[in-house]
């Protein structure tokens, strides 16, 4: 990749600035909600930044409530994979993906489990090639269909 980046943790202080990534006001509920797990510590969330810019994010959080997503000390769940619009197709996710999976392994956890609509095709195409091949549910809620996929992550590099 020939951009210069960083990827640092967030620090709830700064959890506003992410608008420059997704419509943090449009999503108010999400972002409460966020928000709220990034100051509990049951969320953590690092920003890729290019120049001080925000330019993507993803999370990792401990309990998600759901046995297929979390499970204590084993299981953790990638959450809040986002790209800035203008930066997507350029291997930034995939980045992300990468620092999540050493971030989860270092951690100490084995597995890694992530939720992704099944009319995603572009994410759904990174994770499997992330290593997220063992399916655990295809479900329906009102967002769409999704599947619930996992990853083993002793078994990746």
């Given at each position: 990749?020939?951009?210069?980046?960083?990827?640092?943790?967030?620090?709830?202080?700064?959890?506003k600035k992410c608008c420059n990534i997704w419509d943090i006001d449009k999503h108010a509920d999400l972002a409460e909600k966020f928000c709220q797990e990034l100051l509990?510590?049951?969320?953590?969330?690092?920003?890729?930044?290019?120049?001080?810019?925000?330019?993507?994010?993803?999370?990792?959080?401990?309990?998600?409530?759901?046995?297929?997503?979390?499970?204590?000390?084993?299981?953790?769940?990638?959450?809040?994979?986002?790209?800035?619009?203008?930066?997507?197709?350029?291997?930034?996710?995939?980045?992300?993906?990468?620092?999540?999976?050493?971030?989860?392994?270092?951690?100490?956890?084995?597995?890694?489990?992530?939720?992704?609509?099944?009319?995603?095709?572009?994410?759904?195409?990174?994770?499997?090639?992330?290593?997220?091949?063992?399916?655990?549910?295809?479900?329906?809620?009102?967002?769409?269909?999704?599947?619930?996929?996992?990853?083993?992550?002793?078994?990746?590099?």
């Amino acid at each position: 990749m020939e951009t210069d980046y960083i990827i640092t943790k967030l620090d709830p202080i700064d959890f506003k600035k992410c608008c420059n990534i997704w419509d943090i006001d449009k999503h108010a509920d999400l972002a409460e909600k966020f928000c709220q797990e990034l100051l509990s510590g049951n969320r953590i969330t690092y920003i890729l930044q290019i120049n001080e810019e925000y330019i993507g994010e993803i999370s990792l959080v401990f309990d998600m409530n759901d046995k297929d997503y979390t499970v204590k000390g084993q299981r953790i769940y990638l959450s809040r994979l986002i790209v800035k619009k203008e930066y997507r197709r350029k291997g930034l996710g995939k980045e992300l993906v990468k620092f999540a999976v050493r971030l989860a392994k270092d951690m100490g956890y084995s597995e890694l489990s992530v939720g992704v609509d099944l009319d995603n095709f572009a994410a759904l195409k990174l994770y499997f090639e992330a290593g997220f091949n063992t399916l655990l549910y295809i479900g329906e809620d009102k967002g769409g269909k999704y599947a619930k996929l996992l990853m083993r992550v002793n078994q990746q590099n």
